[in-house]
């Protein structure tokens, strides 16, 4: 049976979710089962330490004790079947201890007299991991046993119990609060898209953001192949069991690891047992519900997670919708470890990103224009093993499939327009642009008169004969027979637009007689060669409207032929009427518009001003630029539809061997990746609130793209990467290790792309629509016309046949392959302190988006008579996120990183840390936006990200706290040249060479990341049940993008240059207003939480956020803001100023969110609670 796409889909979407509730109830069953799963026990007298550790070991118990504790107590022997915590219980009867329950632990402690001071004792724990060895994650893959002292790197962990007390709706939110070095820049304006930037290295979901950190879940890399982008909202934040930072070039984690390696792990039934739900709600419409259940049972475990988030957002029209399913199942005994996962992720986000710094002084709600829709999609599977060979070696192995669909829905201001763009209407009830000429057989209609006709009628033979014929002036019977034979092919209805015509048969048999009968003084001409290209001015001009005569298009118009006896008679082929001829006028056509007021010109018709001259839309084309511009159907939006899909699949072996001197592995792996990428664009309008929707009918008729859809490229793309590594670290001594890794990565990059060559320029406005030079019906009445041709133009052919103007599909191969190295070293000198250095290299390869828009810097002629950058001059760009260029190959960016450091403690309650990076890149990529949506990828050369970070934590009684500050500089180190239009140092006389281009020198700080960054908390225990803490998130000044020179500065340029692009010279005036200083300010945003333990599983959590309501803004950017206020401009209903002369140069500015509160009720039931 036949099921529709949609029935398919929701089939689809039925099947997985039913997988997950069926594991998720599995699971709930393991985990009952483990609450009270006994087990036989039969264990002998023996120090309880041996004791303590079978029991875990037995039940699948976690047990923490202080060896001191236990040291010289000897345990009974039991035996029988018993739950976990009755056999520890009676293990330390009689022995002054006890057991207690904290989170998923059970905790052995010396049980205090009440007589006793009962201060506070801090005991230093030894964890007992249970049921397989569990290991330190140092790569993507488990396996490899080291601490972090073994590490020489400021590697940063966030465990499972921060993650869940911090609240963050997000993994970006987090670590801005967590972690040193970090900081978040909210371009796209919704808190599940922003980019986390880490030592200057950025992660973000945006296309077009050049990635430095490699991201990787459970070992899957989650950076996307298309882009390298990561999509924050794909990962289940309560399903994470802790998050580790790797600083660096680390060459372990693969390719794209200039900065920084981010590795996430995720919860199992063994190590996570229980069940814990969260309910939150409050400001901004937010409702979240999070619901997580694990357990075990014998050698079988399972965890499922939940994430459903819903919000209205704080902004206007931003709501989201966040959805997420994680779950696993596992197998466990003394050798084996298998583990299988599944994670289905299906978000709906609305983010409108930026807006000019004088809509948010005014509204910091506000957007700028709207809707920004995004619909992720992921399904990913895993399977993961660990096998323990011997006690010191294992291998570690994972295999997994990952695919994700994007689709986005994008509504922007429309700033492309030139002086081509001019003031159009529609015909006014009684004109008729289009001529309609009757036909019975495909061919409009003629006649063949006798030359006694011809000369009978006052005219010699022009077009009134037709009219005499129609009113019965001339009588048929002076008329002849029409060549009307059998077979004539219909007309096609695209001539008007130029393509190829089969002319009937009997019509080029009658043009060949004409050329052979005519006689040219005493001579007989020959018949010629003919082509379709001959006939087009009889087929393509509108002879009727144009005032032609028969005559003017074939000669004379009369030929000579021969009658049954012989004798010869001369003949004329004279076309019908048009049967749509105004009766008043006697009129249709150009004939019936032209006026004072308008003309009918390219097939549209033009509005004149009183001096008869047309009126450009765009006030700056106006006579010294001081024009007010033209409202009616100037399309001020464009709607942008993208869709990318992705399918990676790919495996990884690792060998491991843990001994006293050294700790070794070596692994391997191979990944395959595909995507596909698709987009269109459309004109539309802004309403009062700047949103954009789409309406024909009161935009221009020439704009196509406001009636159909506008294609840009096609692209598919694949990606292969064959990877070899190793570590050896090398303990000669106790407090002293060395460590060297490599890894050699072989990548080939495919691309296959075709692109639209039938413009200077990629702009949806440079798309027309003409109305028809004549329309054949289908008989004689206006009733067997096309209706919509004949009143409406026809669609570009971009439209309606867009692979021919596409080029052919170009499929380009490129290859990479490097070793990249890595030596470090740490030493202890004492228990306290841990010192380390760390010298490696990462390199990225560049992605297919940005294979398919870099930046063409060959010097070429450019159609203003400047010599340009290629890129510049020529027919492609690239409008990301909306089209690619298909220009050069790009270079593979390498990361060299040298980082030193130490760490330690002062004492028992208080650690600190302090290092220095400096990271050195070379054929750095860059992204650079000429306009708004008008962008490149291009190699810039060297940069460098150098800092310093400092931490210190601590508790002192009640009271616990954090602090970090890090100092990041991130600079440009070569000379170069990038686009950037709205930068006041900038040149934008168009007809100079440099025009558009800012230069970047040596020391120039990149824009978008703080010097400063601060992070702090405090908490307070008020009771053993009632807790309070404040933390602040504080970032120093930046500068905007589009300011990569640091020389933007507020102030007015003008500049005159002479535009030929019409074909006639005229003077252009462009006036600059820059606003604003090119910077973004440094902010500090504190936010408060206090949580209450109810009893019984049972808390409560308020938090505020942004306490003292500070109004800052992340991330800015150089731009321009077509709702400016008038100086010369028409001002439209959305404020759209239709002089882009008096259009501001201003900052675009990431809003904050102002204080907010929400509550939250949390209930967890822990297996192990009594």
């Known amino acids: 049976m036949h099921l529709s796409m949609r029935r398919l889909s929701a089939l689809y979407k039925a099947i997985v979710v039913s997988i997950f509730v069926i594991t998720g109830l599995l699971i709930c069953f393991i985990s009952i089962k483990a609450i009270a799963a006994p087990v036989d026990l039969d264990l002998p007298a023996q120090p309880l330490s041996n004791s303590l550790k079978l029991v875990a070991k037995a039940t699948g118990a976690s047990v923490a004790f202080d060896s001191k504790v236990t040291e010289g107590i000897t345990a009974p022997a039991i035996k029988g079947r018993m ?55 140092i790569g993507p893959m488990p396996g490899l046993a080291l601490t972090k002292d073994e590490i020489p790197g400021n590697v940063q962990s966030i465990t499972a119990k921060q993650i869940k007390d911090a609240h963050s709706i997000s993994l970006s939110d987090l670590m801005n609060s967590q972690l040193q070095s970090v900081n978040v820049n909210d371009y796209q304006g919704n808190p599940f898209q922003m980019d986390v930037t880490y030592r200057g290295f950025t992660a973000s979901p945006q296309l077009g ?65 229980g069940v814990q739900a ?12 999070q619901l997580s259940a694990g357990g075990s049972h014998g050698d079988v475990a399972g965890f499922v997670a939940l994430n459903l988030f819903n919000e209205d957002g704080w902004r206007q029209n931003s709501p989201s919708k966040v959805n997420q399913i994680f779950s696993k199942l596992s197998y466990r005994n003394d050798k084996l470890s298998l583990d299988g996962s599944m994670l289905y992720a299906w978000n709906d986000l609305v983010g409108n990103g930026l807006i000019p710094i004088e809509m948010y002084n005014q509204s910091n709600s506000s957007v700028y224009t709207s809707p920004d829709d995004t619909k992720n999609k992921l399904l990913q599977f895993q399977i993961a093993s660990a096998f323990q060979v011997s006690d010191t070696f294992n291998i570690t192995g994972q295999i997994y499939n990952r695919k994700s669909d994007r689709k986005s829905s994008t509504g922007d201001v429309n700033t492309d327009f030139s002086n081509k763009d001019v003031a159009t209407r529609r015909p006014l009830p009684g004109e008729n642009a289009v001529c309609a000429y009757g036909s019975t057989n495909g061919v409009p209609n003629y006649y063949v008169v006798t030359s006694g006709a011809i000369n009978a009628i006052a005219g010699n033979g022009d077009l009134s004969l037709a009219r005499a014929i129609d009113n019965g002036t ?15 092919a219909t007309l096609s209805q695209s001539i008007g637009n130029g393509t190829d015509l089969t002319v009937p048969a009997d019509y080029l048999a009658a043009i060949e007689q004409i050329n052979a009968n005519y006689i040219h003084g005493a001579n007989g001409g020959a018949a010629g060669t003919y082509n379709n290209a001959d006939f087009t001015q009889y087929y393509a001009t509108n002879f009727y409207s144009g005032g032609a005569t028969w005559n003017q298009l074939v000669g004379n118009g009369n030929f000579y032929t021969a009658t049954l006896n012989g004798n010869p008679i001369q003949l004329y082929i004279i076309p019908a009427d048009p049967i749509n001829v105004d009766p008043l006028t006697g009129t249709c056509g150009a004939n019936s518009i032209n006026s004072a007021s308008t003309q009918f010109v390219g097939g549209q018709i033009q509005q004149l001003d009183a001096n008869g001259s047309t009126i450009p839309r765009d006030g700056k084309y106006a006579a010294g630029g001081t024009g007010t511009g033209y409202i009616d159907g100037t399309p001020t939006a464009i709607i942008s539809d993208i869709g990318i899909s992705q399918l990676v699949k790919g495996g990884a072996v690792q060998l491991n061997w843990n001994t006293d001197q050294h700790k070794f592995m070596i692994g391997s792996s191979l990944d395959h990746a595909t995507d596909t990428y698709t987009n269109s664009q459309r004109l539309g309008l802004l309403d009062s609130t700047r949103n954009a929707y ?53 990548s080939t990059v495919m691309t296959n792309m075709r692109t639209r060559k039938d413009t200077a320029g990629t702009n949806v406005t440079d798309v027309t629509s003409s109305y028809l030079d004549y329309l054949v019906c289908t008989g004689s009445g206006l009733d067997s016309c096309d209706q919509y041709l ?60 940005e294979l398919g828009c870099a930046f063409d810097r060959t010097p070429t002629l450019g159609s203003n008579g400047a010599i340009q950058p290629a890129s510049l001059a020529g027919n492609t760009s690239c409008t990301l996120p909306n089209s690619l260029s298909g220009d050069p190959y790009l270079p593979q960016v390498v990361a060299r990183t040298f980082e030193m450091g130490a760490r330690g403690k002062i004492n028992e309650n208080l650690s600190w840390n302090a290092s220095m990076y400096n990271t050195n890149l070379t054929d750095d990529i860059y992204f650079v936006s000429y306009t708004a949506t008008k962008n490149f990828f291009d190699t810039i050369g060297r940069t460098r990200r150098r800092g310093i970070e400092t931490g210190i934590s601590g508790k002192y009684d009640k009271f616990d706290f954090k602090l970090n500050y890090s100092l990041t500089d991130a600079t440009f180190e070569t000379n170069t040249t990038l686009a950037s239009a709205d930068n006041s140092s900038v040149d934008q006389n168009p007809t100079h060479g440099d025009y558009g281009m800012e230069s970047i020198h040596p020391g120039d700080r990149m824009p978008g990341i703080a010097l400063n960054n601060i992070n702090a908390s405090v908490g307070y225990s008020v009771t053993d049940k009632w807790r309070v803490g404040m933390n602040m998130v504080a970032h120093g000044e930046s500068y905007a993008r589009g300011n990569e020179n640091n020389e933007h500065q507020i102030g007015t340029k003008s500049y005159t240059y002479i535009d030929n692009s019409s074909g006639t010279p005229t003077p252009v005036t462009v006036v600059k207003n820059y606003t604003t ?6 902010y500090a945003v504190f936010n408060f939480s206090t949580s209450y333990d109810i009893g019984h599983g049972w808390s409560a959590t308020l938090l ?29 209903v959305s404020g759209y100023n239709y002089n882009s002369n008096d259009w501001q140069s201003t900052n675009f500015v990431a809003p904050g969110a102002p204080r907010a509160a929400w509550i939250s009720v949390r209930y967890e039931f822990e297996p192990d609670r009594k």
Do not use: C
């Not at 520890?88 to 632990?105: H, Q, V």
């Not at 992340?1114 to 001002?1131: D, K, M, Q, T, Y």
């Open 209 to 273: 953001t050049p990635q430095g950190l490699s991201v990787f879940l459970d070992g899957i890399r989650v950076n996307e192949p298309f882009g390298d982008v990561v999509n924050w909202d794909m990962i289940p934040m309560n399903a994470l069991a802790g998050i580790d930072v790797f600083p660096g070039s680390n060459p372990i984690f693969g390719l794209g690891t200039l900065g920084g390696a981010l590795s996430m792990r995720t919860k199992n039934g063994f190590d996570d047992p």
């Open 83 to 137: 739950e976990s915590f009755e056999a520890i219980r009676k293990l330390l009867a009689g022995t002054g201890l006890e057991a207690s329950t904290e989170g998923t632990t059970t905790l052995i402690k010396r049980a205090f007299e009440p007589t006793k001071d009962t201060s506070a004792i801090d005991l230093h724990l030894d964890d007992i991991n249970i049921r397989a060895k569990r290991y330190t994650e």
């Open 694 to 746: 789409l309406d024909p009918a009161n935009i221009g008729a020439e704009y196509t793209a406001a009636s159909a859809p506008i294609r840009n490229n096609d692209f598919n793309g694949s990606s292969d990467t064959r990877s070899l590594y190793f570590s050896e670290t090398y303990s000669p001594k106790d407090n002293l290790h060395f460590n060297v890794a490599a890894r050699y990565n072989y």
């Open 1104 to 1132: 505020l956020n942004n306490v003292f309501d500070k109004t800052y803004y992340s991330a800015s950017r150089l731009g321009i803001n077509p709702f400016s206020p008038s100086i010369n401009g028409a001002i439209g």
């Open 1077 to 1082: 200083s090119g910077k973004n300010g440094g």
């Open 474 to 488: 001339i009588s048929a019977g002076q008329l002849l027979g029409g060549l009307n034979g059998a077979g004539l």
């Open 278 to 289: 969260d309910m939150l709600t409050g400001a901004f419409g937010r409702k979240q519900f």
């Open 790 to 849: 004949l009143n409406n133009p026809a669609l570009n052919q971009l439209a309606t046949n867009p692979d021919a103007f596409f080029g052919p599909y170009i499929k380009e191969r490129f290859n990479y392959h490097k070793i990249n190295p890595s030596l470090g070293a740490t030493w202890s000198p004492t228990d306290n302190l841990n010192v380390y250095a760390n010298w490696n290299q990462g390199t990225r390869t560049p992605s297919a988006i």
